[in-house]
Nanobody, 119 residues
Framework: QVQLVESGGGLVQSGGSLRLSCAASGSILDIYSMGWYRQAPGKQRELVARITRGSTDYADSVKGRFTISRDNAKNTVYLQMNNLKPEDTAVYYC??????????????WGQGTQVTVSS
């Protein structure tokens, strides 16, 4: 059993910044990757950024503006979002690929945090 709790969403003007946090807790042996996905009204959920122990991946739409980082000791992932645009408005979901036992790995999702960017 693993829980992901997001925080840091809110309302910001275009060009502003927000920092999202996601803390994982529970029966965790190892976290292979953590990431952020988002879903805007009328659109599919999409990958925003993902981080493993040795690499990061970003959606083309956020490259150069968003930075993902990870604190392994705290099982926490962050998403620093700079130069936000109205098209970034979405519910942002934390995801973690977790080894919970010696033989079981599972994807877990947070409940989501709303990010709204005004024009």
């Amino acid at each position: 059993q693993v829980q992901l709790v997001e925080s840091g969403g809110g309302l910001v003007q275009s060009g502003g910044s927000l920092r999202l946090s996601c803390a994982a807790s529970g029966s965790i042996l190892d976290i292979y990757s953590m990431g952020w996905y988002r879903q805007a009204p009328g659109k599919q959920r999409e990958l925003v950024a993902r981080i493993t122990r040795g690499s990061t991946d970003y959606a083309d739409s956020v490259k150069g503006r968003f930075t993902i980082s990870r604190d392994n000791a705290k099982n926490t992932v962050y998403l620093q979002m700079n130069n936000l645009k109205p098209e970034d408005t979405a519910v942002y979901y934390c995801n973690a690929f977790v080894r919970t036992t010696a033989r079981v790995t599972t994807n877990y999702w947070g409940q989501g945090t709303q990010v709204t960017v005004s024009s």
